[in-house]
């Protein structure tokens, strides 16, 4: 079957460019002797989870406690939840453990850290303490005295089990270059390696010493003190990354397939079937590069830059290409087909519940993937 | 069950507000003596479906072809694809069609006549012809020639049915003021009328003379010579739309439960478990109103906005909100709840499957609803 077969909108998942991706990142982490636990956020897919944990243990991260479920129903139990729980997730949490989940939870919070220690589902809950390694969203200071304070809580509590630190360098993003990547990839390890440390001379244990973001995972150099890395969105990167130096262009293994469906030349666009919903309204890219819009224009077969033609706009359902020329039209008859690389994989594939799978530019899978909460 | 049942994020939907929307909305245009196509687009719910329709005749608008399907199943027949088709979707439609759709089609391609025209899947193809009345979009001007070719072709063909013209004033979006959106109400309604009168004039049928977005139904004044209206967000409204004057704050049905998972006292921020999934990275309301960023933070019970706390920040599945003061964290302790007033409720909503239904704080009923292609 060709990408002809296909209704549009629909998610292009090229399986030779996830392998390389997978494989590359597999071996670089086996090279520097610490485990991978890929976040499955980007893909929520068993069948990319495979490609991303071979090589290593088959330990995993996730986002949502639905997909904790969906990869536990896949065969995946050593899987942590990279987002601080709430007290009223616990009872979620504890029934998927019973169900054989190796679930790791986390928090920087001094209350919730109470609530688990005062939880009574009778599992005992592993914990993560959540670093703020620069990053600026959630996470303690390194010095920060509640760290030591949630510690104590959760050590001693007979429901909770204190499983280490955790960081995401995700102000790895906005670097401004591979140097600023590299700094930032320092940064993230000193502050959760510092966190580790206080933990342990107030006499605390802290198996795991986990960090992680795909531009520190590509240009880190020195992993000295960490236990495990969480990169995500290198299984299939995307514009942004492209964009920041975190990989190269034959690096990009997901599209959205789209028909032209009209010929606007009183403007001078040709609309496609790809809007809001199918690219997202994710323009993150466009911070280096505000020509790509909402999505560079490709060839549907050879995946070739179809020069000068970007998703300037999007409405709902219509993604709008203005044309560089008359000649544009008869490249791009009304009906013909394009895809167009996102700026965001991880926000962009959440709108579809499946991968089409090339190989080239025939169909040869079809992967699900799991959504929502 | 109240809210504190439910898992975050999780859509609410309050009832008593889309029964009023929808009741306004379809007393207004009956007061016009004008049909409601209302667009599920928006809400793509059967359950809204019914009340959306409620006291005209059951006619929908949609956006693709699995809305069709999806309305089909639960007896909606009568349905407008009013996204331009491609011939590599004819097959699906006409499979819609010999169950049971009485399915108008869109073009404004002299292209896709053709292929309609010459198509043979055992069906007659009903066909509306796309006219551009400012939105600059998709659709032919009222004055082009191809208007005519399309009709002749369309008409003279056994496989098709010229079935009328369609516009949609989606310039109204970005009108100054309500003056503003009467004006473009009017422009969308003469450039339909005039198109129409073109193809009577040249001998061709046009039954259907169809216009419609939210903000010219709500402020339209005069609808001579059209037979039906197809606004869509105006089940639930949304902050865009109450930013452009298309409604009051009262009118806005939905929201985005969240959880507060972290206190980020050294940067100022308490953090929500509502990101770029849960809330969508549309910030349209942010053209007039910057502060609301991804959407602004309201009491989960009362739904009286909390003043100053609004969504400045996302990733995947955190929100962040810089806090006014020291207040704010007692406020929001960690694990309490908020509800998120999002920028566009149809970027929004497509996140989910389904709808919690409230009357109140308590939840009355659970709304399923279709995403996808």
């Known amino acids: 079957m060709d990408l002809k077969s296909l209704s549009t909108p629909a998610l292009i998942l090229d399986r030779a460019v996830v392998t390389r991706n997978t494989t590359r990142m597999a071996e670089k982490m086996a090279a520097h002797g610490i485990a991978l636990r890929p976040h499955l956020k980007t893909a929520k897919s068993a069948r990319v989870a495979e490609l991303a944990t071979s090589g290593h243990d088959g ?22 939840y990279a987002v601080c729980v709430v007290p009223g997730k616990l009872a979620q949490a504890a029934a998927l453990m019973k169900r054989g989940a190796d679930l790791k939870l986390l928090t920087d919070s001094v209350e919730t850290a109470r609530a688990i220690a005062d939880a009574d589902h009778g599992v005992t809950f592993k914990v993560l303490i959540e670093i703020d390694s620069g990053d600026a969203r959630t996470g303690l200071l390194a010095d920060d005295p509640n760290l030591i304070e949630i510690g104590t809580i959760l050590n001693g509590a007979q429901s909770a089990e204190l499983a280490g630190v955790l960081t995401h360098g995700g102000h790895s993003y906005g670097a401004d270059d591979v140097d600023g990547i590299k700094r930032i990839a320092e940064d993230e390890r000193e502050a959760v ?16 010493v986990s960090a992680g973001s795909t531009p520190t995972a590509v240009h880190g150099e020195n992993y000295d003190g960490l236990t495990e890395m969480r990169p995500g969105v290198f299984v299939f990167f ?15 293994a997901l599209s959205v397939l789209a028909s032209v469906v009209s010929h606007n030349r009183h403007i001078g666009q040709i609309v496609i079937d790809a809007g809001a919903l199918a690219l997202s309204k994710d323009i993150s890219a466009n911070e280096r590069w505000p020509q790509v819009g909402y999505g560079s224009v490709c060839d549907p077969d050879s995946m070739e830059p179809l020069e000068g033609l970007n998703v300037a706009k999007v409405s709902q359902e219509h993604g709008v290409i203005p044309v560089t020329g008359e000649d544009d039209y008869a490249r791009l008859p009304v009906g013909s087909l394009v895809r167009v690389l996102p700026n965001h994989a991880c926000i962009t594939a959440a709108a579809y519940d499946r991968y089409h799978v090339v190989e080239g530019t025939q169909i040869v899978d079809e992967w699900d993937r799991v959504n929502g909460w």
């Open 59 to 80: 330990a995993i991260t996730v986002s949502t406690l639905a997909e904790a479920e969906y990869f536990l129903d896949h065969g995946f139990s050593d899987i942590t």
């Open 193 to 208: 390696v510092e966190a580790s440390a206080r933990l342990r001379q107030a006499g605390l244990p802290c198996p795991t």
């Open 238 to 252: 995307d514009l942004d990354q492209l964009a920041r130096d975190a990989c190269s262009r034959e690096d990009l």
